[in-house]
């Protein structure tokens, strides 16, 4: 039995995993939210590789971050994890909310990423 709140994500998260899966012409976009920051991969599961990331910590980024709320954050990081796979081909993906309650934050993220051209 789950005995706290990050137990009963890693639940979840496995439940997700068994139906979510991200190949080479659809890769899996999986989001990580800790309290401060955002991180972002997009993931080939058959090859077993990580095609891209996008933080809040990257040194591109961080000098945009200034003095946003963490909302806004995640918007820019979805509008450059979008960019970066626009960059390499990938136009299509897979959303892996990793166990997360699809608000607020991971929403923002994934919205941002619709908007700049993602398809999921």
Same mark, same amino acid.
């Given at each position: ?33 800790? @309290? %401060?920051? +955002?991180?972002?991969?997009?993931? &080939? ?11 809040? /910590? ?28 626009? @960059? %390499?081909? +990938?136009?299509?993906?897979?959303? &892996? ?11 923002? /993220? ?11």
């Amino acid at each position: 039995m789950a005995k706290n709140k990050e137990d009963k994500r890693v639940r979840r998260k496995a439940s997700i995993r068994k139906k979510v899966n991200g190949t080479s012409e659809r890769p899996r976009l999986t989001v990580f939210r800790s @309290a %401060k920051h +955002i991180y972002v991969q997009i993931v &080939d599961d058959v090859a077993q590789r990580t095609l891209l990331t996008a933080s809040t /910590l990257d040194e591109a980024i961080i000098k945009d971050m200034a003095g946003l709320k963490k909302t806004d954050r995640a918007k820019k990081i979805g509008a450059a994890i979008a960019e970066k796979c626009k @960059a %390499k081909g +990938i136009d299509k993906v897979v959303f &892996d909310r990793n166990g997360y309650i699809y608000h607020g934050r991971v929403q923002a /993220l994934a919205d941002a990423a619709r908007e700049a051209g993602l398809k999921f």
